[in-house]
């Protein structure tokens, strides 16, 4: 139920932050980590400078972009700080929350183990 709840967060969050192009997800076993999945939501949205990284998973946050304020302009919301909080109690120590790759225009790369 968990990994259900954390994916649908970050899925949902590519699918409102992508006007167009792809949403991707991907899960897979890392050799370098045995018993432990990593799975990857990465998109084509209008991506996130990183300056803005850590107001990510805070509640109710707003990303400092234009773009954002029309597509959803109350802000990220709850599903973010929902999904990192669930992470941090399922992951393992040695990856213990959701790391993020983002290049402003390009698109965002959401990941975590399981």
């Known amino acids: 139920m968990r990994l ?5 967060n970050l899925l949902s969050n590519a699918i ?6 792809m ?25 996130i400078h990183k300056t803005s990284f850590q107001r990510l998973f805070s509640s109710y946050a707003n ?3 234009k773009e954002s304020q029309t597509m959803n302009p109350a802000g990220v919301g709850l599903g973010l700080n929902i999904a990192s ?13 959701i790391s993020v790759t983002s290049v402003p225009n390009e698109g965002s790369v959401f990941s975590f183990f399981y």
């Open 16 to 21: 409102k932050f992508t006007k167009e192009g």
């Open 85 to 97: 909080n669930l992470v941090k109690l399922v992951a393992p120590e040695s990856h213990p929350g």
């Open 23 to 47: 949403v991707k997800l991907t899960a897979g076993c890392m050799d370098y980590d045995p018993g432990w999945v990593q799975i990857r939501v990465e998109d084509a949205g209008i991506g």
């Open 63 to 65: 990303i400092d972009l």
């Open 4 to 8: 259900s709840q954390i994916v649908l």
